[in-house]
């Protein structure tokens, strides 16, 4: 007898590495340094103890690369998701510095379909981004677990690493763990809409 899983309604975070990350990484690290030195006191939003800036990155020269890069990876997801082909992405991104001891508490991006990050300096330890189940009705009477697996636990963690994207569903309740690393993790999160063009009938 065969027993077939098969996942209904998946909670998906989509990942990829840009290979040549080095280069980019460095010219964005000096970017986002400027941009501090302009707006010191940045905007407090879920951050503790954290820089960020305001949600402009869309609008900067210096930031087009990535943010190219950015959006052809969220059209990807969307096509391989079903979104409407004719459909406008809405990109907005801004950039976050975490020094030792920094987090971020948990929260989602209201108005938005995906959500993400995309990391310019961080170590294994800089603090890992947590995303929590959505299923709340499986919290009525959860089984004794032998262990967590990606079908009962009821939080996942990932960590940051230079170069790495992750995107995920704006709606999905998410989090970053404290800095524990000697050196600040800095990295660009961003917003995406996706907006139905005006008589797509969509
Ligand atoms: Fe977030």
Redesign the pocket.
């Known amino acids: 007898m065969e027993v077939v899983a098969r996942a209904l309604f998946p909670t998906v975070i989509w990942s990829t590495r840009f290979d040549d990350y080095q280069d980019l990484n460095h010219r964005l690290l000096e970017s986002v340094q400027r941009l501090r030195e302009h707006d010191a006191d940045g905007v407090h939003n ?1 951050n503790v103890n954290g820089w960020q800036s305001r949600n402009t990155l869309q609008t900067h020269n210096e930031f087009a690369e990535i943010n190219g890069r950015i959006v052809n990876v969220c059209r990807e997801i969307g096509a391989s998701a079903g979104f409407a082909r004719e459909a406008e992405l809405r990109y907005q991104a801004w950039a976050n510095v975490n020094p030792p001891g920094a987090f ?1 508490n948990p ?3 209201p108005n938005c379909h995906l ?1 993400g ?1 995309y990391y310019i300096a961080a170590t294994p330890d800089s603090g890992s981004i947590y995303f929590r189940d959505p299923r709340a009705m499986s919290l009525m009477a959860p089984p004794p677990l032998a262990q967590a697996t990606e079908i009962t636990a009821t939080e996942s963690a990932m960590k940051p690493e230079p170069g790495r994207l992750y995107v995920f569903p704006a709606w999905l309740e ?3 763990q404290p800095n524990r690393s000697g050196q600040d993790r800095v990295g660009i ?1 961003f917003n995406v809409q996706v907006v139905a063009l005006p008589g797509s009938g969509r």
Do not use: P
């Open positions: 879920t971020n929260h989602i991006h959500s990050v998410h989090g970053v999160s």
